[in-house]
Every structure is written in structure tokens, then in C-alpha cells.
């Protein structure tokens, strides 16, 4: 799988301030079937917060809906809509 370059380039955006996994939440992680989603750890080792790691995405959006704080958001590209 190619890895994601950067956040801004990747169909999964996770919000930074909504997302609660510095509180043990990994729903968004546990829930992507292609596994692509990792929890960023702080220097301590300790989680952060969710990101896309891998840019292969199948746009299923269980991320998306099943996340307690709204804080993933799929961008699905035009021709899917």
C-alpha cells in the first residue's frame, strides 16, 4: 500500500480537536476494513490522535459514521456522489 504523504492529500481527515484518542478511543481504527487508519503517538508514547497512514481507501465510511465525536470526515471524490 503507497503511504500517505501528507494529511491534506488522503480521502480520511481527522479532526485534530474533536478526536478523542489521547482518551482511549480507537473506534475509527477498529472498524476500517483495509486497516489503513493508525493512532499518531506523542513523544511520551502515548495516543494523540487518528490519521490515515495508507492512501487506499474503498470510501465504506464505517470511519466516518461510527465515530463518537464526528471528527472523521470521508471526502468522497465527485464521481461517487
Known amino acids: 500500500m503507497p503511504l500517505a504523504q501528507t494529511p491534506t492529500i ?3 481527515v481527522v479532526d485534530d ?3 478523542i ?3 482511549g478511543c480507537t473506534v ?3 472498524v476500517c476494513p483495509l486497516d489503513v487508519l493508525r ?3 506523542g513523544p511520551d508514547g502515548s495516543p494523540v490522535t487518528a490519521h490515515m497512514k495508507y ?3 474503498w470510501y465504506c ?3 466516518e459514521a461510527d465515530c463518537p465525536t464526528g471528527a472523521v470526515t470521508v471526502n468522497l ?3 461517487l456522489k
Open 10 to 12: 488522503v480521502p480520511v
Open 17 to 19: 480537536a474533536l478526536c
Open 21 to 23: 484518542a489521547d482518551k
Open 28 to 30: 475509527c481504527v477498529d
Open 39 to 41: 493512532i499518531v503517538e
Open 55 to 57: 492512501d487506499e481507501c
Open 61 to 63: 465510511m464505517p470511519c
Open 77 to 79: 471524490p465527485f464521481l
